[in-house]
């Protein structure tokens, strides 16, 4: 078995390097990631690891001492919501480190992430790619093979342009992150049991009301009514100001969650939207910025059509 990503066998060859690192159990995990963490070590880099919670424990215990040079990140936390991955994990620590080149490791996708969670993991994936083009910057994205449908790790293919598998490292055939990106801009489905409300600029205070009204009703805490009054806001401003200046807001329950849909005729053409860090971006977005940071879930289709944005939040 060959799983050493960071070793001499896989230096980076541009300024992003991108891998998948595709593993069946503990021992091609810890193969594929501690000599990745160490080599970085070794060079003097900056290295993070942003894997889910069961997952820092093995490695931490993998590397002993060297442990302690490493920043740590829980990624069923920190990455609940694919959308805040690129602004609050990825560029918040590479973005601290800009005299050379970060390495991290970074899981996103995990058995368990929900059907409506996974097209956002996709597009994240994918994302990656533009966030980081032309930074010094290596970003290792492990997949357990034993525990991800088939269809993940056929996306992992096309969204990672190097695999690494115990076969060793190779260039993916069927890179195409753009392709990703498209195919998971997709409409969503139409809920049940939902409240509406349409608004224009002069209703924002009404719209925010009617989103706390409901979200207390649907079971969400005076800390979650908070965070859907702020999220509700800034979309239903974008709406008006950038999205045809009017919209509607609807609300409901799904899966333990409740849900607040902003729809508008409005085009997102920027495809970081929303995943850049505040001030970075000249398009705008740092609305949505901010509700990528405040929300468990966010989910997004644009096209000529208009632009829905879901954002949900755990009762």
Do not use: K
């Not at 996708?109 to 929900?114: E, K, L, Q």
């Not at 992150?177 to 997709?186: E, F, K, L, M, T």
């Not at 000249?282 to 632009?307: E, W």
């Amino acid at each position: 078995m060959s799983l050493r990503p960071g070793g001499p066998e896989v230096a980076p060859r541009d300024a992003f390097f991108h891998p998948a690192l595709f593993y069946h159990g503990d021992q091609e995990y810890l193969a594929g990631t501690v000599p990745f963490i160490r080599t970085g070590l070794d060079a003097g880099e900056p290295v993070a690891v942003a894997v889910p919670g069961a997952r820092l424990t093995v490695l931490r215990d993998a590397l002993g001492a060297a442990a302690g040079e490493v920043t740590w990140l829980d990624m069923y936390e920190a990455g609940r919501n694919p959308g805040r991955i690129i602004p609050g994990v990825l560029r918040r620590f590479a973005d601290r480190h800009t005299a050379g080149r970060v390495r991290i490791i970074g899981e996103p996708i995990w058995p368990g992430r929900s059907a409506a969670e996974y097209p956002a993991c996709a597009q994240h994936e994918a994302l990656i790619n533009l966030a980081f083009e032309g930074r010094e910057a290596t970003i290792l994205c492990p997949y357990d093979l034993a525990g991800l449908d088939a269809v993940v790790i056929e996306d992992a293919h096309a969204t990672h342009p190097v695999v690494i598998d115990r076969n060793g490292e190779r260039a993916s055939g069927d890179y195409a992150p753009h392709r990703v990106i498209r195919d998971y801009n997709r409409p969503l489905p139409e809920p049940s049991g939902a409240v509406a409300m349409s608004f224009d600029l002069d209703a924002l205070p009404l719209v925010r009301e009617f989103a706390c009204r409901w979200g207390a009703r649907f079971g969400l805490g005076a800390d979650a009514v908070g965070d859907l009054e702020l999220a509700v806001n800034e979309l239903a401003a974008n709406s008006c100001l950038h999205g045809g200046g009017t919209g509607t807001a609807r609300l409901w329950t799904e899966g333990g969650q409740v849900v607040c849909e902003v729809r508008d005729t409005g085009t997102i053409t920027d495809p970081l939207a929303g995943r850049r860090p505040a001030g970075m971006s000249p398009f705008g977005g740092r609305g949505i910025l901010m509700v990528n940071h405040l929300a468990d879930l966010v989910r997004v289709h644009t096209g000529p059509g208009g632009t829905t944005i879901r954002v949900y939040l755990r009762t």
